[in-house]
C-alpha cells in the first residue's frame, strides 16, 4: 500500500496534536484508576468476595480507553474530516480507501492499546494488584476488543450528521457503557434488571475476556461469541456504509 507509513504518520501527529482527544485515549483510564484508588483504596472487601475495590475494577478500567476509541475518537476525527472537505479531496488522489483505512486503524489501535496497557500497568505497580496469570491472553482481549470498538466507530462516523451529533451522542454512548463495563460495581450485586443490560453491553463482555485471562482461565463462550459478533456486524456495516463526502 503506497503511501500507508507517510499517511500513518501524519495522522498519528494530528492526533498528538488534538491534547483533548489524546488525553482521553491514552491517559483517561490510567487517571480514573488513580483517583478511585486514592478514594477507595484496595482494602480486602466481603462484598467483592474478599478482592479490594481496584482489584475488581482494574480489568474493567482497562477497556475504558479501548472503548474510547470507536465510541468517540473515530467517530469525531472522522466527521471533522469530512466536514473540512480533507476526505473528499485524499479520495480524487492516487490515495486508495483501503490505505486510508490501515493507517486510520493503526494510529487508533496504537493509542487505545497503549490506554489500556497503561492502565493494566499502573494497577500493578502502583497498587500492588496481582499480574494478570495469562498476560497474552489479556493483550489478545485487548487486540480483539479494539478491533470490535473500532468497527463501530466506523459505522457510527457514517451515521452521525455532524460533528456536534458525533460529540453529544458518544458523551451519552460512553456514560452508558462504562456503566455496563462492570468496571465500577461487580455485576454479582446488581438486580436482575441491570444484570441484563450489562449482558447486553459488548464493552461488558469484552472485560468479561480480561477478567479471564488476567484469572488465568479461557474466556467465556457467550462473551466470546459477542465481541466476536461485534467485530463481524458492525465490520460489514462500516464498510458498506463508508464515505468520503458529508
Do not use: C
Not at 51 to 76: E, K, S
Not at 203 to 210: D, I, M, Q, T
Amino acid at each position: 500500500m503506497r503511501g500507508y507509513p507517510q499517511l500513518t504518520k501524519a495522522l498519528l501527529a494530528s492526533m498528538s496534536r488534538d491534547p483533548i482527544g489524546f488525553f482521553f485515549l491514552v491517559f483517561f483510564s490510567p487517571l480514573l484508576l488513580i483517583i478511585f484508588g486514592q478514594i477507595f483504596g484496595n482494602e480486602p472487601d466481603p462484598e467483592f468476595g474478599g478482592r479490594g475495590f481496584i482489584d475488581n475494577m482494574l480489568p474493567g478500567l482497562t477497556v475504558i480507553a479501548i472503548m474510547m476509541t470507536g465510541v468517540m475518537a473515530i467517530p469525531q476525527n472522522h466527521l471533522a474530516l469530512r466536514a473540512s472537505g480533507a476526505l473528499a479531496r485524499l479520495r480524487v488522489t492516487p490515495l486508495r480507501a483501503r490505505t486510508f483505512v490501515a493507517a486510520d486503524l493503526t494510529v487508533n489501535f496504537l493509542l487505545g492499546f497503549v490506554g489500556a496497557a497503561l492502565t493494566l500497568v499502573l494497577g500493578v505497580l502502583v497498587f500492588d494488584i496481582e499480574a494478570p496469570k495469562h498476560v497474552l491472553g489479556v493483550l489478545a482481549a485487548f487486540a480483539l476488543g479494539l478491533l470490535a470498538m473500532m468497527a463501530i466507530g466506523y459505522t457510527l462516523a457514517s451515521l452521525y450528521p455532524s460533528v456536534a451529533a458525533a460529540t453529544g451522542i458518544g458523551n451519552v454512548l460512553m456514560i452508558v457503557l462504562m456503566l455496563t463495563s462492570g468496571a465500577f460495581i461487580p455485576k454479582s450485586v446488581l438486580p436482575a434488571g441491570i444484570e441484563k443490560v450489562m449482558n447486553a453491553s459488548p464493552v461488558f463482555h469484552l472485560a468479561e475476556l480480561v477478567r479471564a485471562s488476567w484469572a488465568g482461565n479461557s474466556w467465556p463462550t457467550i462473551s466470546s461469541m459477542v465481541v466476536v459478533g461485534t467485530l463481524v456486524v458492525f465490520g460489514v456495516l462500516g464498510t458498506v456504509l463508508f464515505r468520503w463526502n458529508k
